[in-house]
T-cell receptor, first 116, second 115 residues
Framework: GAVVSQHPSWVICKSGTSVKIECRSL??????MFWYRQFPKQSLMLMAT?????????EQGVEKDKFLINHASLTLSTLTVTSAHPEDSSFYIC????????????FGQGTRLTVV | AQTVTQSQPEMSVQEAETVTLSCTYD???????LFWYKQPPSRQMILVIR??????QNATENRFSVNFQKAAKSFSLKISDSQLGDAAMYFC????????????FGAGTILRVKS
């Protein structure tokens, strides 16, 4: 299958600072990328969907000014957690899909964010 | 809105035995896609198997097979000859034909494999 690389794998940041997480499709062009949040032993909650070159579509209840998503190229999407607080600590996962004809979305390895 | 329900929070199976994980979903669509994903302790999501709703034949991938009952909106996963490496969290997921093609996940089932 296609490879999606997410970086960093884990990050610790101080409360009030911003953190950027990158999601790259290594061997295909990702027209759509999805960002999920996962709490321990729980399911994946979709935060937003981004299409290359356009603004992200956020799910209900997700603060778009808090979680900034940029999908500037067909191989890179970034999620920036702004003014992070301890309650933002979580596991963030991206997935990427190469077009509407593609059935599967491929997942990155996830990023564990800890805000102290 | 579409929903996916996994009613088994945890399941256990003896090595080499067979286990079935349950999944039901709710949708008004007639054409859609269903997936089973595995999330091992590494947290990497791995696609196990997928099923197109228009196909009547149940999907099979080596030791993994599904029982897709469209009328009942049921999509169970059968793992045969269970191995220690099968231990993971398993998620059932639904994908609508349109609407950004985003996945709707169930709550997950933790599968433990006993040696």
């Amino acid at each position: 299958g296609a490879v999606v690389s997410q970086h960093p794998s884990w990050v610790i940041c101080k409360s009030g600072t911003s953190v950027k997480i990158e999601c790259r499709s290594l061997d295909f062009q990702a027209t759509t990328m999805f960002w999920y949040r996962q709490f321990p032993k729980q399911s994946l909650m979709l935060m937003a969907t981004s299409n290359e070159g356009s603004k992200a579509t956020y799910e209900q209840g997700v603060e778009k000014d808090k979680f900034l998503i940029n999908h500037a190229s067909l191989t890179l999407s970034t999620l920036t957690v702004t003014s992070a607080h301890p309650e933002d600590s979580s596991f963030y996962i991206c997935s990427a899909r190469g077009g509407t004809a593609t059935l599967e979305a491929f997942f990155g390895q996830g990023t564990r964010l800890t805000v102290v | 809105a579409q929903t996916v329900t996994q009613s088994q929070p945890e399941m256990s199976v003896q090595e080499a035995e067979t286990v079935t994980l349950s999944c039901t979903y709710d949708t008004s669509e007639s054409d859609y896609y269903l997936f089973w994903y595995k999330q091992p302790p590494s947290r990497q999501m791995i696609l196990v198997i997928r099923q197109e709703a228009y196909k009547q034949q149940n999907a099979t991938e080596n030791r993994f097979s599904v029982n897709f009952q469209k009328a009942a909106k049921s999509f169970s996963l059968k793992i045969s000859d269970s191995q220690l490496g099968d231990a993971a969290m398993y998620f059932c997921a639904y994908r609508p034909p349109e609407g950004g093609n985003k996945l709707v996940f169930g709550a997950g089932t933790i599968l433990r494999v006993k040696s």
